[in-house]
């Protein structure tokens, strides 16, 4: 099953924002308001950043923000921080052919310059 | 505190087979999806499968489906992943973690590192 996609890195400077987008169909972003964003550090255990698309678990900085349009996600990182620096992947539910199951993206790789 | 506690690294040979555990505490076990990520080495995370430990209602990934076999025994608050006949592409890390709903991965486990060589 192909993942979402997603870009395989970007970068910004201290302050700066960045967003990171995640390309899926209508089986899955298109159909349903069920993204989510991991954060992993290098090394780490993955850790939830926000679901629902927009909605911020707690004690996640309210730097970190998502949308979604069309078949497109988004995250957004406001005020860019060194310890921002990880790999993040997205993440939808995806319905096809009777089967429900939710599928990532490749991952992007976020460097702080 | 929610805690999922995973089982230690396994060393295995193609053919074999595994079983490796996710154990949970400091929640209502029953009630919560527990999910099973694999990331296999310098790459990225693929969800394989969730089971409901209150009824046993599983879910599977096209991916995952027949390659491997989810499981709970809820008197025991243990989530399990098993593999009958391992394949040396089966190499990775494999983490567990909670979900309210199927669609987030709320708590995660501290991963199991399987390795599988001749």
């Known amino acids: 099953q192909s993942a979402l996609t997603q870009p395989a890195s970007v970068s910004g400077s201290p302050g700066q924002s960045i967003t990171i987008s995640c390309n899926g169909t209508?089986?899955?972003?298109?159909?349903?308001?069920?993204v989510s964003w991991y954060q992993q550090h290098p090394g780490k255990v993955p850790k939830l950043m926000l679901y629902?698309?927009?909605k911020r678990p707690s004690g996640v900085s309210i730097r970190f923000s998502g949308s979604k349009s069309g078949s497109t996600a988004s995250l957004t990182i406001s005020g860019l921080q060194a310890e921002d620096e990880a790999d993040y992947y997205c993440?939808?539910?995806?319905?096809?052919?009777?089967?429900?199951?939710?599928?990532f993206g490749g991952g992007t790789k976020l460097t702080v310059l | 505190e929610v805690q999922l506690v995973q089982s230690g690294a396994e060393v295995k040979k193609p053919g074999e087979s595994l079983k490796i555990s996710c154990k949970g505490s400091?929640?209502?076990?029953?009630?919560?999806?527990i999910g099973w990520v694999r990331q296999m080495p310098g790459k990225g995370l693929e969800w394989m499968g969730i089971?409901?430990?209150?009824?046993?209602?599983?879910r599977y990934s096209p991916s995952f489906q027949g390659q491997v076999t989810i499981s709970a025994d809820k008197s025991i608050n243990t989530a399990y992943l098993q593999w009958s006949t391992l394949k040396a592409s089966d190499t990775a890390i494999y983490y567990c973690?909670?979900?309210?709903?199927?669609?987030?991965?709320?708590?995660w486990g501290q991963g199991t590192l399987v390795s599988v060589s001749s």
């Open positions: 973690a909670t979900s309210r709903v199927v669609t987030e991965m709320d708590y």
């Open positions: 400091g929640y209502s076990f029953s009630t919560y999806w």
């Open positions: 089971i409901y430990p209150g009824d046993s209602d599983t």
């Open positions: 209508s089986s899955d972003i298109g159909g349903y308001n069920y």
């Open positions: 629902d698309v927009s």
């Open positions: 993440s939808s539910y995806r319905s096809r052919s009777s089967t429900t199951y939710v599928l």
